[in-house]
């Protein structure tokens, strides 16, 4: 994003980010990356690649790093424009962890122990249970803090997280005066939670077995086969209903949000059909959802250079918005200035 157009309309602000952890997934991208897009014209955007995030569990090294170049082709595939929004890797601003550090003293242990996602990461991953998971919601803060940002496009996994960042927002505003923006976070209607296609009890994430997750580069024909395997319930009747019919409710929400269409539609569209015409059709959805993403995003990473100078301009541009207010906060709290 240029400055020149920061300075011209003076937009609120968004930051959201996503980790390069793994590949990005229908999950991430229905319930996040899409209000990414459809946001992007009326706020000024920071959406970043949280690689600081991404190693509170291990990754290889080289892996990590081609991920982080697969993400930006595919935030700019998906509709995100480098000239509008400010795409950047995490760890060319230093100050998140500069500001992470100060934040983690604002920050209560009681607070910590009590987000879901640390309960749940550390139950499933015993061998590692580092610090920086615990802390990982204070880094996120920083993430939104740094830019002042009002609105955070996420799914309701992070819904507890960025409740934290405003309550310490507010703590942080309450001693030293009007330092920060309060955030609220924007979570879809529909979407906001996409399950495992393997087991409806479970969210679809980056970290699921083979068969449970689609992911936004995978080909058509794997895309396909995956619905098809994909459970659903006793009965064979299409029909919305949390309760009684979790994996078929979810692939109507993969399907409304894939096509557009109500409930009311979809089940009048496969009264009498059975399941497999149905799963059939929301594959084909999600393969045509898809198509124009793959299809781009392969072709820009054809062009490094140009995905490094993406990255390289944004970094810049989010650093300067970072370091006003960190120079700020370490004003406030006290620091020498050099
Ligand atoms: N299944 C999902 N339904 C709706 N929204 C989802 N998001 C992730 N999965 C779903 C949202 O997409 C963004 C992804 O952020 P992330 O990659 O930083 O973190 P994550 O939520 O930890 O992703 P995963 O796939 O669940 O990774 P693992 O397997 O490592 O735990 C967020 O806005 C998230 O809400």
Redesign the pocket.
Known sequence: MTDTVAQTEKKPVIF????P??A??L??Y????QNWVNLSDAYDCYYCI?DL?AIT?RQEPAELRRRCLDQIAQYIACGLDPAKSTLFIQSHVPAHAELSWILNCYTMFGELSRMT?FKD?STRNTDNINAGLFTYPVLMTADILLYQAELV??????RQHVELARDVANRFNGIYGDVFTLPKSFIPEE?????SLADSTR??????PAGGCIYLMDKPEVILKSFKRAVTDSGGDVRYDQAEKPGVSNLMTIYSVATGKSYDAIEAEFSGLGYGAFKTAVGESVVELFRPIREKAEALLADKAYLVSVYTDAADHAARAANKTLRKVYKKIGFVAK
Do not use: C, F, N, W
């Open positions: 959201s980010g996503m980790q952890s793994g990005l997934t999950g991430s229905m319930g996040a990356l949280v995030h569990s996602q990461k496009p996420v799914g309701d996994d992070q979407g906001a939670r996409i399950m969210k679809m994430s980056k970290s699921e």
